[in-house]
């Protein structure tokens, strides 16, 4: 399976501030999902980044809050903009693996906690 | 839309027990995935066990097997020998087959293992 490395695994930012977290993974992969895990919650997709085109985002998430990169195919940057405490949260990195594209077999990165002051 | 739901937040197991973890999902679809992901303090994803809905046999990974009752939309996770290495988060998560892999999670149940 793929190796997804993520960066920063940790970060404080202030509130009012953005972090940008890099996703690289070790092969070419057609779509990158990034996902948000909020304190003591199960996992939420915020986007699903396809290489050339704008990311496609879930309901209740927004490019102005959440600006996605995919310049190449094995590469991603999430934004997470103008940042308040309720951002507070590990965002994780996946990529699909394992077999043909919708079987679902998803291959995360380690995440990256961000704790906003 | 799909819903997963885990109605246990805490097992407790003794070393080398078996345990059972449960998992129930709504869904009006009629052939997807279901998956088993475990998430220890490291944070790291790590997929147990994946289970097609069209296949009736149980999935089966070496000390992890499932119980996938599909018209009772139920999906439990059996750990037998259970191994300190096992705590973790144990996380059920529910995929629609060719379309993007967007899994939906449940909130999870976090598994102690005792000695």
């Known amino acids: 399976s793929a190796v997804i490395s993520q960066k920063p695994s940790r970060d404080i930012c202030q509130r009012g501030t953005s972090l940008t977290i890099q996703c690289q993974v070790d092969?070419?992969?057609?779509?990158m999902f990034w996902y948000r895990q909020q304190p003591g919650q199960s996992l939420t997709l915020i986007a699903t980044?396809?290489?050339?085109?704008?990311?496609?985002?879930e309901s209740g998430f927004v490019i102005d809050k959440f600006p996605i990169s995919r310049p190449n195919l094995t590469f991603s940057t999430l934004t997470v903009s103008n940042l308040s405490p309720e951002d507070s949260s590990i965002y994780l990195c996946s990529v699909e693996t394992g077999g043909a594209v919708g079987a679902n077999v998803l291959t995360f990165g380690a995440g990256s906690r961000l704790t906003v002051l | 839309a799909q819903t997963v739901t885990q109605s246990q937040p805490e097992m407790s197991v003794q070393e080398a027990e078996t345990v059972t973890l449960s998992c129930t999902y709504d869904?009006?679809?009629?052939?997807?995935?279901l998956f088993w992901y475990k998430q220890p303090p490291s944070r790291q994803m790590i997929l147990v066990i994946r289970?097609?809905?069209?296949?009736?046999q149980n999935a089966t990974e070496n000390r992890f097997s499932v119980n996938f009752q599909k018209a009772a939309k139920s999906f439990s996770l059996k750990i037998s020998d259970s191994q300190l290495g096992d705590a973790a988060m144990y996380f059920c998560a529910y995929g629609n087959t060719g379309t993007a892999s967007k899994l939906t999670f449940g909130t999870g149940t976090r598994l102690q293992v005792t000695l």
């Open positions: 289970q097609e809905a069209y296949k009736q």
């Open positions: 869904t009006s679809e009629s052939d997807y995935y």
């Open positions: 980044a396809n290489q050339g085109s704008e990311a496609t985002y």
């Open positions: 092969s070419q992969v057609t779509m």
